[in-house]
């Protein structure tokens, strides 16, 4: 016999990047930073004793959140700790959407959303990005008509890399009724000198949202760590009632408070993942790869089409991540409208995107034979 | 503005057991293992690298899943990893029941139910317990007539540690149209004479769900790290489609893994927690409470009542864990019904049992005085 839910019994769930066990894999398909996460973090874990977790942790990882609200300048209940990323996205939507509400998804974007509104029972609207991938300047008006009471946008957007201004969010947050909420996994990626900010808006806009990750920045995705940013009335019905009681454990707490108070050296590595980042823009470029601008640490490299043939660039692309993944080297083709003739490509050390460069420059080359 | 849903902001949140800082504390009020995890698990912890974190961890934390399902005879896909008991707690109410469905709840029992039971909009049906705080015969008849969805019963029982035998919950299982979850939070701490095994009940029946935790019997309450056991029918949409996709991290799926194949050394602390159970329980008596059988490892010490003085007991419960506290010795006290004269004992390391027990018959002796 079957238990569960008519909606959870109908839906697909999240199919994740491939996370193969062999270490010797090149491995580019799930946006990891390519180098460990500081010296300080290595002292923090080597000072983690099992003595520290026979007991419970701090329920709200206090600590993290003093070192978290004094780095934004803002108070410690602007800050809620999760278990990665993906816990916020659905406490969100557990705690503003009913079954049959509608969320608001920028399309394309991170897949995990519609999944998660399946799960409640939701509904989805989704906003369709301009041909640079920006959100439209109705996104919402758009988002308003449709009812939604959460929207979901991902900055610097994913698969593409594409940045909107913290001024474009701030109009979409101005005139959203609901819940915006801004998935900044990438942040620390882009280039400083842009001077993009969009914890701001927290203070202005009693409805933005804004997920910041360890897991990217700050190298620790085994660890599952992230944090939301936001005025307090968004947060309290989150930390007070629909968080699990102790979420975080002692161990993610203790780490993530090291990285953050060591973000000076993290920031090292990501001008290194920068760096890499306009050397393959222009490697893949000069092969015949169209790529956006991205200010996150990967790119999205489009297959090149002549006249109309779509069809043919898009069975190149799956056929080059084939290929790719047949010599070691994985990276992420997404089966799915407007990403068909496009790989994403994760910026690696200088050594694997150099295998990877020469790999595709072989691959080019036997298909042009 | 408030943005959260209605049944969100007029219910209150889970209020978990006091967890402070200062290291001095005789702290017998969450249910802790008095002893630190074993040798193999401080090694494994010692062989965790900031290098191993930076990739995602396995989804499904297959190696722990290997583990778990060798020592309980059963496959890989009768395992769900959860983070902490709570997670799986939550997953099961979101994954087979809808909003306005109906929850059975023993009660008393675990505070946290009703509390989840708000999260997704459901009602609860009490099924009150006997007199030694037993099952009653007809709870799977009581559930049925309430049309409830899931029946929660904690095994041993808490807060007063009474063991049901797995027949009684095979005639539960059997009779019970709904999902059954046998929350076995303090197994570990069951007298193996006993040869209680709920587990069998997974194999006979697919609407019984076992969960198990690393946080009391492996003194790892600071990781997060439980799991359930279930027919492959139960789990699969919780593994598969409900469950955040990374929702154990690589060093808890690592210490937990190390934890369970070490479980016989484990075993002798459970031993020692059950000999100062023994030892507790027969001095509290003299003293005058009256304690139930534990199981588990806590005891449940009732104020002795002379004639109807029920509210004279109940204030002197509340008044002796107050002047405990404040003599730097923490333990439970529960506002609520049939609990308000009784105070809840974690059993403690023998000299933290020793103080306690001092302190008890000092503030008996100054009340008598």
Redesign the interface.
Known sequence: ?????AN??E????A??E?P?QPDII?LN?N??P???TAA??EA?RN????????????LADRFRRTAAEYHKLEIDNIIPT??G??LL?LVI??????GDTLAIAEPSYS?YP?LAD?Q?CKTARIMLGEDWSNPEDFADQANRAGA?IAFVVNPHAPSGHLNSSAELSRIAENFS??LVIDEAYVDFIDPELRYDAVELTRKF??VLVLRTM?KGY??????FAYGIGAQ??LA?ML???R?????????QT?ATAALQDRAAAALNWAKVRAERLRLHRALSEMGFYCGSSQSNFILAQIPQHADALAGAERHALSLYQQLKSKGILIRYFDQPRLRDKLRITVGTPDQNTQLLLALRQLLQTSTD
Chains 1, 2 share one sequence.
């Open positions: 016999m079957s238990y569960e839910r959870i019994r839906m697909t769930g999240y994740s990047g996370q066990e491995k799930t990891e930073n180098y460990p996460a973090v290595a874990l983690c004793r099992v003595e520290d977790l026979r007991r419970y942790p701090s329920p278990n990665g993906d816990e659905r557990t705690t503003f959407a009913n079954a995990l999944v799960i029972g009471r609901g819940v009693d409805n897991s190298s620790l995705a085994g660890l599952r009335s968004l019905p007070y009632k629909t699990d009681s102790y979420n975080t454990d002692y161990i993610s780490l």
